[in-house]
Nanobody, 121 residues
Framework: QVQLVESGGGLVQAGGSLRVSCAAS????????MAWYRQAPGKERELVAL???????IYGDSVKGRFTISRENAKNTVILQMNSLTPEDTAVYYC??????WGMGASRAYWGQGTQVTVSS
């Protein structure tokens, strides 16, 4: 079993910055990718950013140039640095990871509990 625990988030004024992080723990042999999704009220969950174990990062169109995703592999942690925030960035942000666990046949996707980010105008 794998747990994803998010931290950070909160309330910030438009134009400000915020950082959220997510730490994975448990039976981890390999993390194929870690990602952040977000879901605003009345909207579908959307990809914010994804960072694979190898290869290029992926960003949602609405956050390109403003958000940066990074990993601390030794700590199984993913960080999302959010700059130039707007009220449209207000949402619950969820951590997601595709994890290969020891003794398990296939990788499995896990989700964190979510952390609220609110941007005031």
């Amino acid at each position: 079993q794998v747990q994803l625990v998010e931290s950070g988030g909160g309330l910030v004024q438009a134009g400000g910055s915020l950082r959220v992080s997510c730490a994975a723990s448990g039976s981890i042999q390999k993390i194929n990718y870690m990602a952040w999704y977000r879901q605003a009220p009345g909207k579908e969950r959307e990809l914010v950013a994804l960072i694979p174990s190898g290869g290029s990062t992926i960003y949602g169109d609405s956050v390109k140039g403003r958000f940066t995703i990074s990993r601390e592999n030794a700590k199984n942690t993913v960080i999302l640095q959010m700059n130039s925030l707007t009220p449209e960035d207000t949402a619950v942000y969820y951590c997601n990871a595709l994890v290969q666990s020891w003794g398990m046949g296939a990788s499995r996707a896990y989700w964190g509990q979510g952390t609220q980010v609110t941007v005031s105008s």
